[in-house]
């Protein structure tokens, strides 16, 4: 027997499921004292927030925490690794394309004008040391996807102190911890979310599915950057999911695998599914059902 509690944080849904025993109230206190803590820390739309204060203090170095720290290091590795595809430094570029203020709030209709396109691709310019950061002037951080990635990863494992297994799931970045059953997951039709596409077995590690679909507030208006250009993505991929081990790393491949295009699944175990309804496999699944 199994049990699922929900809850909203980080600008999404994020549900636990886990085994029916008494530590699993416990697991999900602490898998929810975990996002409300990193939301503090990494929310652009947090006037308090640590990235807030870090982006305030752009051109100065500014001590950070050691969870910060670890975040925007992966950030770092992870733009090396794209060769900047994946890039922490497209918040202007966000907010020019109108993505400056929570999504809830854009879908109620409260959304600034939009402006010229900001250009990316400053994270080479970013000094790390020790417990210390220094932006360039003018340069501005957004982990948003890597920090929730970061969270669900750190929560799974946190409530396997409870539990003997849980799956926590934030807007479809999922992390499986500890030692239970394989678990079917359902990835949907991103233009019609009701309908089920395939299925996949997750039996370790995580799933991080990204979308030009759905944080999209017009037509080619989405969250999605293309660092070449500081505007939201063109591409032929309309929704990438990706395996990976951790959550951080299949949020980043997902990322990545959206602006690649379709030929991402010969570098991530993957389900694209592109402009043409086209759905290209990489790693196992099923048939899915539509509902």
């Known amino acids: 027997m199994t049990r699922t509690t929900r809850f909203r944080s980080m600008g999404t849904d994020v549900s636990v499921i886990g085994p029916d025993v008494e530590g699993f109230d416990r697991a999900v206190a602490e898998v929810r004292r975990r996002f409300d803590a990193e939301d503090r820390r990494f929310s652009r739309f947090r006037g308090d927030s640590e990235l807030t204060t870090v982006n305030r203090a752009a051109g100065s170095r500014t001590a950070i925490s050691e969870p910060f720290a670890e975040v925007v290091d992966f950030a770092l590795a992870a733009a090396v690794a794209t060769e900047g595809l994946f890039d922490p430094t497209v918040h202007d570029a966000l907010v020019a394309a109108g993505y400056d203020r929570d999504f809830d709030e854009i879908l109620a209709g409260a959304r600034g004008a939009l402006h010229p396109a900001e250009p990316c691709g400053r994270w080479r310019e970013i000094e ?59 990835i949907e039709d991103p233009q019609q979310p009701t309908d089920e596409l395939l299925r996949t077995t997750l039996r370790t590690g995580a799933l991080a599915t990204s979308s030009i679909c759905k944080r999209s507030w017009g037509v080619d208006e989405h969250h999605v950057i293309d660092p070449s250009t500081g505007r939201p993505a063109t591409t032929d991929v309309l929704q ?52």
């Open 240 to 291: 990438a999911t990706v395996w990976a081990n951790t959550c951080a790393e299949a949020e980043v491949g997902a990322t990545h695998a959206l602006l690649l295009g379709r030929d991402a699944a010969r570098r991530y175990p993957a389900v694209l599914v592109t402009r043409g309804a086209e759905i290209v496999v990489s790693m196992p699944t099923e048939p899915g059902v539509a509902a």
């Open 128 to 186: 790390r040391t020790g417990g210390e950061i220094l932006m360039p002037a003018g340069v501005h951080l957004d982990l948003g996807g890597i920090a929730k990635g970061w969270t669900v990863d750190r929560a799974a494992e946190a409530a396997t102190s409870f539990v003997s297994w849980v799956v926590v799931n934030a807007g479809g970045d999922l992390r499986m911890a500890g030692l239970g059953e394989p678990i079917q997951v359902s």
